[in-house]
C-alpha cells in the first residue's frame, strides 16, 4: 500500500528523538573522585545496555510498520497505476465472458440429462453416455481454472493457482488420466459378422453412380456385403466408367483379409471371360427417381468396354429420397439367382441391416482391422507428414463449406455455421484434447481460412492450422508418391486427407458429409476412434441462417 507524506515524516521525528541519548552519553565528564568515577562508569555501561537493546527493537519495528518499497518507490509506482487498473480491469471482463461460457456450457449440460415428466427418475442421465458426462463436467472444471488464471493474472499470481493445485492433489494434472481424451474400445471379436466364400464362376457387377468419391467408396462396401450373402466374386469398376480405385484403395488387401479372392478388377474379370463380357441380369435397388438411379451416359460407358446387357429390371418399388428399412431375408429372396454375372444398381442409398453394416470392422469375418483402407503408398504418405509437421498429438477438421450452405439450410436444423461460431466449437475441443495443432481438411476459400485461423485462441495462445503444403522438392515426405506420377491427382490427394484424419488423436466433421462418415469408419476400424470425436458445433443450432430462394 502507498503511504502519505505525514506518516513518513512522522516515523523520520521518532528516528531523530530516539537517537538523541545515544550523543548525551558519549558527553560525560571525567571526575577525579574515585566513587565518582566509579558511579559514572556504571551509569554509563546502564545506558550502552540500554541503547543496545533499545535501538534494534526501533529498527525492527520500523522495519515491519513501514512498506518500505513504497516509501522509496511512491514516483514508480504512480506511474505505472493506471496500467494496472487497465489489466485488472480486462482480467474482470475475461472472467466475466468466461463464466458466461460456464453458464451455458452447465445449462447444456443440465438440458440434455433432462427426461420428460413420463420417464422413470432413476434413469435421469440415460440420455447422456457417461463418459461425455465425465468429459463435459471435466471441461468445465478446466474453464473454472481459466476463470480464475484470469483474475489472478493482474495480481501475477497465475503459477501460484497452478502450484497450489498440484500440491493440494497429484491427481489433478489430467484429472486422474480423464483430462486426455481416450480412445474408444470395442469388442471387435464379439461382433456380428457373415462368412465371404464365393463361388469361383459368380459373379457380382458393383454399379455406383451417385455422389464423390466417398459416397462411391460406401456404395462399394454395400456391394461387398451384397456379394458375400449371394456367394459371389465382386468386379471392381473399371476406371473409364467409375473412379480409379486401384490408386487409392489396397484392393490386394482384400483378398490377403479373407485368405481367397472375393474381389478382382474389371480388367481381370475381362481377361478371365476371355472377352465375352455379358451382364445376364441387371436388377435395380431403385426404382425412382429412375431405375438404378443409372442416366443414360453410365450405360453407353459400360457398353463402350464391350459389356453387353440385358434390360435393367426393377427388384421392388423404392425411391431414393425414403429407402425403406430392408433385412437379408429381402436381399436374399429378391437377388439370389442362378446367373453367372449379375449387376445390381447403385446401393449407395440403400438401407439393408444398418446396425450390422456399420459396426466396427463391418459385417464381413475378416483377420484384418478393416477391409477397405488406404493403399500402402498413401498410408505411409499419411505417415511421413505427421511425422513431419503434426506428431503424435493433434485434432483433424474436416471444414465442409463449398456447396454446403445450400444443402445444409434445405435441412430441419442447418449444419452450416458461421465461421466464428465454428471457430468457438474448435476453441472448445482444443482446450478439451490439450493438442497443440489442427490439422485442417477443406474446400473452404481462404478469405473463410484466413478468418478462422484469426479466432483460434486458446489460454492467450494462437492454435495453428495445418493444411498440406504445395510441393517442395526439399521436403521428402510425399516422395512415396511423387516418384510414383501420383502427386497431385485429385483422388489421391482426398484419400491422403482422409487417412491424415483419421490417424487424429481428435476428429471434428462435418454433419452429412459423406466424407466425413468415411473417415469415422476408418477410425472405429483401426482403433484411433476418440471418445471426444464430434461433429463440427455438435447439437448446437447456426447462430445466424440465411433465407431460402
Not at 511421413?384 to 435441412?411: D, E, P, S, V
Request: negative net charge; proline residues 3%; hydrophobic residues 40%.
Amino acid at each position: 500500500m502507498e503511504r502519505k507524506d505525514d506518516e513518513e515524516d512522522d516515523d523520520q521525528e521518532n528516528l531523530v528523538a530516539q537517537s538523541e541519548p545515544m550523543r548525551a552519553a558519549f558527553q560525560m565528564e571525567n571526575v577525579n573522585d574515585e566513587r565518582v568515577n566509579t558511579r559514572g562508569f556504571n551509569f554509563s555501561f546502564n545506558k550502552w545496555c540500554i541503547l543496545a537493546i533499545v535501538v534494534p527493537v526501533v529498527i525492527i519495528t520500523f522495519y515491519l510498520t513501514t512498506d518500505v518499497d513504497n516509501l522509496f518507490r511512491i514516483e514508480v509506482m504512480n506511474g505505472n497505476y493506471d496500467v494496472s487498473v487497465n489489466s485488472m480491469r480486462e482480467s474482470e471482463l475475461q472472467a466475466l465472458y468466461l463464466l458466461r461460457q460456464q453458464e451455458l456450457g452447465l445449462s447444456k449440460l443440465w438440458s440434455s440429462t433432462l427426461l420428460d415428466n413420463s420417464s422413470d427418475s432413476t434413469h435421469a442421465f440415460s440420455s447422456v453416455p457417461f463418459e461425455e458426462l465425465k468429459l463435459d463436467l471435466l471441461s468445465q472444471i478446466s474453464l473454472n481454472k481459466q476463470i480464475q488464471q484470469a483474475l489472478l493474472s493482474s495480481h501475477q499470481l497465475g503459477n501460484l493457482l497452478n502450484a497450489s493445485d498440484n500440491a493440494t492433489d497429484t491427481s489433478v494434472d489430467g484429472y486422474g488420466g480423464l483430462r486426455r481424451c481416450r480412445k474408444v474400445e470395442y469388442r471387435l471379436s464379439g461382433r456380428r459378422t457373415i462368412e465371404w466364400k464365393p463361388k469361383s464362376d459368380k459373379y457380382l457387377f458393383a454399379i455406383c453412380a451417385s455422389g464423390q468419391m466417398s459416397n462411391h467408396l460406401i456404395c462399394l462396401e454395400k456391394h461387398m456385403f451384397f456379394a458375400a450373402l449371394l456367394n459371389r466374386i465382386l468386379i471392381i469398376p473399371s476406371s473409364k466408367v467409375d473412379y480409379e480405385f486401384r490408386r487409392v484403395l489396397d484392393i490386394g488387401h482384400i483378398n490377403k483379409c479373407l485368405e481367397r479372392t472375393v474381389v478382382v478388377t474389371f480388367e481381370e474379370f475381362a481377361k478371365s471371360r476371355k472377352g465375352h463380357m455379358h451382364i445376364d441380369k441387371f436388377i435395380c435397388y431403385f426404382s425412382k427417381p429412375q431405375p438404378c438411379f443409372l442416366d443414360d451416359e453410365h450405360v453407353k460407358k459400360l457398353k463402350s468396354l464391350g459389356v453387353s446387357m440385358n434390360k435393367l429390371e426393377a427388384a421392388w418399388d423404392e425411391d431414393v429420397k425414403n429407402p425403406k428399412p430392408r433385412t437379408v431375408q429381402d436381399i436374399m429372396t429378391k437377388f439370389s439367382l442362378d446367373d453367372d454375372v449379375i449387376a445390381i444398381g447403385d446401393v449407395f442409398f440403400a438401407n439393408v441391416e444398418k446396425k450390422w453394416v456399420m459396426q466396427p470392422g463391418g459385417p464381413i469375418s475378416h483377420k484384418c482391422k478393416t477391409l477397405v483402407e488406404p493403399s500402402r503408398l498413401i498410408l505411409l504418405t499419411a505417415q511421413r507428414f505427421i511425422q513431419t509437421f503434426l506428431g503424435g498429438n493433434f485434432i483433424a477438421l474436416h471444414f465442409r463449406r463449398h456447396g454446403f450452405l445450400k444443402f445444409c439450410n434445405a435441412k430441419n436444423s442447418s449444419c452450416f455455421y458461421p465461421v466464428p461460431q465454428a471457430a468457438d466449437c474448435i476453441n472448445r475441443a482444443v482446450e478439451r484434447s490439450t493438442a497443440p495443432v489442427v490439422y485442417l481438411s477443406t474446400d473452404a476459400a481462404e478469405s473463410e481460412t484466413g478468418l478462422l485461423q484469426l479466432l483460434l485462441v486458446v489460454n492467450g495462445k494462437k492454435v495453428p492450422l495445418v493444411r498440406r503444403p504445395t510441393r517442395n522438392s526439399n521436403e521428402k515426405w510425399d516422395a512415396l508418391l511423387y516418384r510414383r506420377g501420383l502427386e497431385g491427382d485429385r483422388q489421391v490427394e482426398a484419400m491422403l486427407d482422409k487417412t491424415i484424419c483419421a490417424m487424429s488423436d481428435l476428429f471434428i466433421g462435418s454433419m452429412g458429409s459423406t466424407f466425413t462418415e468415411d473417415i469415422l469408419r476408418l477410425r472405429k476400424d483401426w482403433g484411433s476412434a476418440s471418445h471426444c470425436d464430434e461433429y463440427l458445433c455438435q447439437g448446437e443450432v447456426p447462430n445466424f441462417i440465411a433465407d431460402d430462394e
